[in-house]
């Protein structure tokens, strides 16, 4: 099984509004990302978890916050977004962070910013 | 600096073979991935490849890697509508600390005409 869920499915949010997107993955990696992706355009990296930490933030802005509560379990905290963070929110999972970086994606959020 | 680069457009017929093209720059490449993306999905890992291999079959699928030049193809046997979609190359390139991040090209959007 290599699957990757995610929640909600869409999204559409307030630029005053809070919200949260929910990852999970039951194949036992210890490795898992955000990514946000444009219509058209490839992935752009946000975060990465390794072993329930967060090794690598890519000068996200700040109204973006990743949580990490458990090795299944990734969230991502929205607060105060633009209409310019309007875009799908992908989540991926990886066996092992370093060497062999085979990330299995889910769905996606398809956020949209009002 | 890493880059791939891939063709943008690609249209075949049905039953057709399909060939799409991808080129890196990284030397340290480790692994090569090809994802495929459907309207309004999240990513599918189709295939990957050692960069010690030379080509890799998966039913209808056929990696070729040559590592000397950096390029990477792949093949779809007896293209079918289903196979219309957005196909991305990336490569597995050092990150910071013992990380590797994956470098994306910007997609290959594949048409199949009846």
């Known amino acids: 099984d290599t699957e990757v869920t995610q929640t909600p499915k869409h999204l559409v949010m307030g630029m005053t509004n809070k919200k949260s997107l929910k990852c999970e993955q039951h194949?036992?990696?210890?490795?898992m990302y955000w990514y946000k992706q444009k219509a058209k355009k490839p992935p752009e990296l946000m975060f990465v978890?390794?072993?329930?930490?967060?090794?690598i933030n890519e000068s996200v802005p700040s109204r973006f916050s990743p949580e990490c509560p458990n090795s299944s379990l990734l969230n991502l905290h929205l607060h105060a977004l633009q209409p310019e963070d309007s875009a799908l929110y992908l989540c991926a999972s990886s066996q092992e962070p370093g060497y062999q970086e085979t990330q299995y994606f889910g769905p996606g959020t398809r956020l949209l910013v009002l | 600096g890493e880059d791939v680069e891939q063709s943008l457009f690609l249209s075949v017929r049905e039953g057709d073979s399909s060939v799409i093209n991808c080129t890196y720059t990284d030397s340290s490449s480790t692994y090569l991935y090809w994802y495929k993306q459907e309207p309004g999905a999240g990513l599918q890992l189709l295939t990957y490849i050692f960069s010690n291999m030379d080509m890799k079959q998966d039913q209808r699928l056929t990696v070729l890697l040559n590592k000397k030049d950096k390029h990477l193809s792949l093949r779809i046997a007896d293209t079918q509508t289903g196979d219309s979609a957005i196909y991305f190359c990336?490569?597995?390139?050092?990150?910071?600390?013992?990380?590797?991040?994956?470098?994306w090209g910007l997609g290959t959007s594949l048409g199949v005409n009846p």
């Open positions: 194949m036992g990696h210890r490795a």
């Open positions: 978890y390794s072993y329930e930490k967060l090794s």
């Open positions: 990336a490569e597995s390139a050092p990150n910071a600390g013992n990380n590797r991040k994956l470098i």
